[in-house]
């Protein structure tokens, strides 16, 4: 595995010296943990002209449950209280570089000026999210996780959908859910279980209550599993009872085929916002257009919101590799609505197209 | 309720205007949270002159399931994707602010830029740690929040207590503990549950493993509820088996001093790092000065990690009414290690001094 994050290194260093950077620092958790592997809490990087140094907060025992950095890289331990980004501005400043691109978009306000202030010689510029940018396109190491991660939820769904649900409340569906995600083998949730029921059904991101389950409620569940880090996704909406009314079958139907819509449309070279047009079109015919939340989809790997975002206004197009969420939903205040939620790996045609990593079936259930 | 925030905002106004701004923009989730009540993910607080407005990210449904904020409150809803916060710094233009305080160790420099661009007739300065600052003491309101969470708490471990421990891992019963916690009445954890088992034991914040509960274990857990928004935090150290060793029993029996000398060092007017220094002294003494975390202990509330930190190099002193953990350990590499950890309610002598919130008894218990 060092060999991967030495060339992720090499990758990023292309990058600031192209743009006249001598050294950065990354600080953003995930970015960190990409370029260098599994790495204490509130580690930061400090990439060099030639070497690096990871710099980890005080008490120097912190480490993961999930592993150990890239050993082949040197480490530095700061030996009291103190931040880890301020330190390695320091350590930049004795090596003279003269210019330290920073992640403006993480580093706070203050923690700019602390860093800037330790070294007063260096240029600070921004990086940008350069970081990112290197982990939209995942390798297929990076990919087989989120498929295990994708199979636990699978799953952890499945067994749910065998169990008693009416009476039992959004809350304690939730813990249940992620209690089999972790044994089934993953670290943990990806992100927090949303469970939602009747009215409270279709809300994107729901927090789940003390509702409890009833006869007739749309119900709609959003979990994923962190496998070795990687974070994927998965919701689905089932009917409790025996007989679906109309308007739920109306209404899932036509998630359903927008979400087909989304999936069919993605492929290499495809617009980041035809993907959300797809999608958000067969809503918005039929009338839904002002409920719609503002993407349609997003990319998962170290975080399970990353880029790219499937939305109206965002520009850029899919490569092969890049692993994504195609989620629509409807809700309709005070009746509830419905959402369904894939993960997906964008593959060209010629390798069958886009994977699909959730295999929960998209029929709607009556439970 | 909205009295409360009501007067809690005027408090913040006053400061504000003494340091010369007409309006804060409020960013920190848990600040908006104490002075707004409970709000969509992502809101920000506009503090003006006279009137105040909570700007809130679209989609407009998002509401969090503690509550609603303060109805009092004007509400401005996004109609599209975009940061509250630069909305809201328009909407400081559009009222001819001249001021803008904003919260520098919260906003990042990328977000700072796109709120001063968006009016740039009015000059940003910085709001420093002002919320921060109000929200240390806690008002009798607040208090029972954290109370009503620590005995929560207190009745998930418990009831772990009871269950056989043996041979079941530090994830599962960390998601036990969790599943407990909401069986009882909590939102849900404080903070991520912590088990750590044999040479794991001892550990601040261990994040749990595989590793499975044997014979001889030290077994360190570490967990909280949030109730109502308000986080508390109890610590205890168990011993598996039937007869601890020697090694266990008196490394047990010095932190349990340095941890009593911590609580009964909390009292109004007692500087934060004398509150630390009573707990390290113990430590040091017997030699683990080396080893120890950077702080004995930290405020509790809105956030489980609060003002004031109780370290050797805080400046300032205890006021009556402030939530605070007392936590030394001390962790030995390849070994295991103890952590005993309370909140306690800082009060006057005449009112019986500190008040335990976490009320399981620190006995060593061998289970």
Not at 183 to 193: C, E, K, L, Q, V
Not at 319 to 331: I, N, R, S
Not at 340 to 348: E, H
């Amino acid at each position: 595995m060092s060999d991967v994050y030495a060339s992720r290194r090499t990758r990023l260093r292309e990058r600031c010296s192209a743009s006249g950077s001598t050294a950065a620092l990354i600080t953003r958790p995930a970015n960190v943990r990409y370029l260098a592997g599994p790495a204490p809490h509130g580690a930061v990087l400090l990439l060099g002209r030639c070497e690096d140094v990871l710099v980890c907060p005080h008490p120097p025992d912190d480490r993961p449950a999930e592993g150990r950095p890239d050993e082949t890289l040197p480490v530095h331990v700061l030996n009291g209280p103190g931040d880890p980004a301020v330190a390695a501005a320091g350590i930049a400043g004795e090596r003279r570089a003269d210019s330290l691109a920073v992640e403006e978009h993480h580093l706070t306000v203050a923690r700019h000026r602390a860093v800037g202030s330790v070294a007063p010689r260096v240029r600070l510029a921004d990086l940008g999210g350069a970081v990112e940018q290197l982990r939209v396109v995942k390798d297929e190491e990076e990919i087989s996780c989120l498929r295990i991660g994708a199979e636990i939820a699978d799953q952890a769904l499945g067994e749910l959908l065998e169990s008693i649900l009416v009476g039992r409340t959004e809350r304690h569906l939730a813990l249940e859910l992620e209690r089999r995600l972790v044994d089934h083998g993953a670290d943990g949730p990806g992100f927090p279980t949303s469970v939602a029921t009747g009215p409270n059904s279709g809300r994107r991101g729901h927090r789940p209550t003390d509702r409890r389950v009833e006869e007739g409620d749309f119900l709609s569940v959003c979990l994923g599993a962190t496998y070795r880090g990687y974070r994927c996704e998965i919701g689905r909406t089932f009917v409790i009872g025996t007989s679906p009314a109309d308007w739920q079958i109306d209404l899932y139907d036509l998630v359903f085929t927008a979400q087909r819509a989304g999936r069919e449309a993605l492929a290499p070279g495809a617009a980041y916002r035809d993907v959300d047009r797809a999608a958000r079109q067969v809503l918005d015919s039929a009338g839904y257009g002002e409920r719609l939340q503002p993407l349609t989809g997003h990319g998962v790997g170290l975080e399970i919101d990353e880029d790219p975002q499937l939305a109206p206004t965002t520009m850029g197009k899919l490569d092969a590799c890049v692993p994504v969420t195609v989620e629509p939903g409807v809700h309709l205040p005070g009746r509830g609505g419905v959402r369904i939620d894939d993960t997906l790996v964008v593959r060209p045609e010629a390798d069958g197209g886009p994977e699909l990593l959730t295999i929960t079936t998209k029929e709607l259930l009556a439970l």
